[in-house]
Nanobody, 125 residues
Framework: QVQLVESGGGLVQAGDSLRLTCVPSGRAFTAYTMGWFRQAPGQERECIARIGRNGIFTRYADSVKGRFTISRDNDKNTMYLRMNSLKVEDTAVYYC??????????????????WGQGTQVTVSS
């Protein structure tokens, strides 16, 4: 069993930056492909970024490419999402998640078995 705890959300203005942090409990952090998802009211949960077990492979949704950076520090058992140039449309609840699948098989929410409780990000104009 893995428990994930996100932090770092908040209320910011358009153009600002935030860094989200995800800390899993337990061991075997490196056994999981990790992902960041977000869900806005009335919309489906979408995968905005994922990172492979060793931190080398990453993939981003087009909506955040060039603005967000996912990273992980396996020595510290921590994953990050650096969000720059935030837009109003980035407003959502952000979740981190862990998948036992390999990187290429972890593109959708159904591949993830452990989820954090979510952290709210609100971007005002």
């Amino acid at each position: 069993q893995v428990q994930l705890v996100e932090s770092g959300g908040g209320l910011v203005q358009a153009g600002d930056s935030l860094r989200l942090t995800c800390v899993p409990s337990g061991r075997a952090f490196t056994a999981y492909t990790m992902g960041w998802f977000r869900q806005a009211p009335g919309q489906e949960r979408e995968c905005i970024a994922r990172i492979g077990r060793n931190g080398i492979f990453t993939r981003y949704a087009d909506s955040v490419k060039g603005r967000f950076t996912i990273s992980r520090d396996n020595d510290k058992n921590t994953m990050y999402l650096r969000m720059n140039s935030l837009k109003v449309e980035d407003t959502a609840v952000y979740y981190c998640a862990a998948s036992p699948n390999g990187f290429e098989s972890a593109a959708t929410a159904t591949a993830y078995v452990y989820w954090g409780q979510g952290t709210q990000v609100t971007v005002s104009s």
